[in-house]
């Protein structure tokens, strides 16, 4: 039973990485109190914002897939999705960290929380 909640809150996991899709697409139209806003303290004055847009939908949809398919190899219990999980939750708290726009303001909307669940799954799989 634990490893199927842990495994099912992996995928929810990497289901989430899908709404920064959503944003960096403008399949929805963005607003201030969704956070992320496409702005990165890293790449903004390397890159044109529309670049940047496409590097983060394909990192987050490589994040979506790996914690789903890392959390399906947990519950059927597969040597490899530790290395999946692992590998999946330090590239998502990179993309996190190099995405972010350098203001304080809605860290939670941000991704903060994400980051703190991925250093979580870390020590969970790996530290403990």
């Known amino acids: ?41 890293l790449l903004s004055s390397h890159l044109p914002t529309e670049t940047i847009l496409s590097i983060a939908s ?14 399906m190899g947990y519950v059927l219990d597969q040597d490899w999705a530790v290395t999946v999980l692992v590998a ?8 996190l960290v190099v995405m972010w726009d350098e203001k304080p303001d809605l860290l ?11 250093l979580g799954i870390v020590y969970w799989l790996v530290l403990r």
């Not at 939670?108 to 991925?118: C, M, P, R, S, Y």
């Open 1 to 41: 039973m634990r490893e199927l909640v842990g495994g099912g809150f992996l995928v929810l996991h990497g289901f989430v990485h899908l709404w920064y899709v959503v944003l960096s697409q403008g399949w929805v139209e963005a607003e201030e109190q969704m956070g992320w806003n496409g702005h990165s303290w």
């Open 108 to 118: 939670v909307e941000k991704g903060i929380l994400g980051v703190l669940i991925n």
């Open 58 to 71: 394909v990192l987050y949809i490589v994040a979506a897939l790996g914690f789903a398919a890392g959390g």
């Open 88 to 95: 999946t939750a330090v590239l998502s708290t990179v993309v």
